[in-house]
T-cell receptor
């Protein structure tokens, strides 16, 4: 079946612009995760959903970052007033249930100029 | 706090040679451990995982890893590398302290280059 998909794959934004990144998890997967991967680093956890409930947002770096999953499937990560330090690859992952293997999408590479 | 350390930033091996990538973790309880591979422009692909049981775990693409509790290590091995194995490799642990989540803690990665 189809894997996790993310769009857009690449996004260039001017500093101060708002961006929205989309994640389509594997169908039927209850858990959805967002990670941020800076250049040359491992991914770092941002936030976690179980169905439509956002159960952990401890990794969001500031209140400019906001994530939602209103119907328990597709998720959107929104970054307001982007800054250069937001430049990174944003990875989405889903798992069938909590504490099961996470499957990752290809990521969205965000460059803020 | 839990952490994962990959001491080697970059490793180069000759094609056909054996490979060992090191990983050490800091975690109080028995961890869930993973190795992921990331090729340029690609997402993370799971190579193998350890939850419990046999400490020698077999994965895809001919990789294996051994969990050694006494050394807090989970090193990745392959007896003979292929040019297509060139990629970034991440060791990771799941934080089970969160009862409702399975947040993955990743190491900083080891970049593997293959010498023809």
């Amino acid at each position: 079946g189809a894997g996790v998909s993310q769009s857009p794959r690449y996004k260039v934004a001017k500093r101060g612009q708002d961006v929205a990144l989309r994640c389509d998890p594997i169908s039927g997967h209850v858990s959805l995760f967002w990670y941020q991967q800076a250049l040359g680093q491992g991914p770092e956890f941002l936030t976690y959903f179980q169905n439509e409930a956002q159960l952990d947002k401890s990794g969001l770096p500031s209140d400019r970052f906001f994530a939602e999953r209103p119907e328990g499937s597709v998720s959107t990560l929104k970054i307001q007033r982007t800054q250069q330090e937001d430049s990174a690859v944003y990875l989405c992952a889903s798992s069938l249930r909590t504490a099961e293997t996470q499957y990752f999408g290809p990521g969205t590479r965000l460059l803020v100029l | 706090a839990q952490s994962v350390t990959q001491p080697d930033i970059h490793i180069t091996v000759s094609e056909g040679a054996s490979l060992e990538l090191r990983c050490n973790y800091s975690y109080g309880a028995t961890p869930y451990l993973f190795w992921y591979v990331q090729s340029p422009g690609q997402g993370l692909q799971l190579l193998l995982k350890y939850f419990s049981g046999d400490t020698l775990v077999q994965g895809i693409k001919g990789f294996e890893a051994e969990f050694k509790r006494s050394q807090s290590s989970f090193n990745l091995r392959k007896p003979s590398v292929h040019w297509s194995d060139a990629a970034e490799y991440f060791c990771a642990v799941v934080d089970l302290r969160y009862s409702s989540a399975s947040k993955i803690i990743f190491g900083s990665g080891t970049r593997l280059s293959i010498r023809p």
